[in-house]
T-cell receptor, first 113, second 115 residues
Framework: AQSVTQLGSHVSVSEGALVLLRCNYS??????LFWYVQYPNQGLQLLLK??????LVKGINGFEAEFKKSETSFHLTKPSAHMSDAAEYFC???????????FGDGTTLTVKP | EAGVTQFPSHSVIEKGQTVTLRCDPI?????LYWYRRVMGKEIKFLLH????????ESGMPNNRFLAERTGGTYSTLKVQPAELEDSGVYFC?????????????FGPGTRLTVL
């Protein structure tokens, strides 16, 4: 069984500030972890993923996430927020095959000028 | 390369009516998934096709939902008869079985409103 908890349904930061979106997971098998972003009226776009290997994963648009097995966490960060980062972000976990993904509730990021 | 497409983008129907959603995956992707997001909650898995076979349909809520993927290409999801609680956004995703992590590519979703 797998589950994902995203802490904070809404996060607000100022432009230029650090973005930190929290994700904790549980999985009975080695997890594959994903962050997706959804802009209004669009589908989910993959930001980054962790499968195996290096635990610090870099993605698109300057985002990165670190897989911490001991903490069962996969938090998403970006050093400096841009207005264009305003969107909804989803953390997801799946197993090491082509099976389903389990998603968190999503976190809406607001960026203030 | 075209992405995952879904039709229609929006559908408004009355309780008791039938609606059919369509998903065209990325060409060559053997895996096709349906997910649903209801009332701003989490995105929930409905089912997974590998080619034309249902690999996992554990998320299908009840027998009012019927999914098909004839020929292993596009898929349809029929809701008959629709109920109020079926309202939500239905996402389709596809992936290629590569053994390098299951990166699923999502369509824009179909927003279904049942009145």
């Amino acid at each position: 069984a797998q589950s994902v908890t995203q802490l904070g349904s809404h996060v607000s930061v100022s432009e230029g500030a650090l973005v930190l979106l929290r994700c904790n997971y549980s999985s009975s098998v080695p997890p594959y972890l994903f962050w997706y972003v959804q802009y209004p009226n669009q589908g989910l776009q993959l930001l980054l993923k962790y499968t195996t290997g290096a635990t610090l994963v870099k993605g698109i648009n300057g985002f990165e996430a670190e897989f911490k097995k001991s903490e069962t966490s996969f938090h998403l960060t970006k050093p400096s927020a841009h207005m264009s980062d305003a969107a909804e972000y989803f953390c997801a976990v799946s197993g090491p095959n082509a099976g389903k993904s389990t998603f968190g509730d999503g976190t809406t990021l607001t960026v203030k000028p | 390369e075209a992405g995952v497409t879904q039709f229609p983008s929006h559908s408004v129907i009355e309780k008791g009516q039938t609606v059919t959603l369509r998903c065209d995956p990325i060409s060559g992707h053997d895996n096709l998934y349906w997910y649903r997001r209801v009332m701003g909650k989490e995105i929930k898995f409905l089912l997974h096709f590998v080619k034309e076979s249902k690999q996992d349909e554990s998320g299908m809520p009840n027998n009012r939902f019927l999914a098909e993927r004839t020929g292993g290409t596009y898929s349809t999801l029929k809701v008959q008869p629709a109920e109020l609680e079926d309202s939500g956004v239905y996402f389709c995703a596809s992936s290629y079985t590569s053994g390098k992590g299951n990166e699923q590519f999502f369509g824009p979703g179909t927003r279904l409103t049942v009145l």
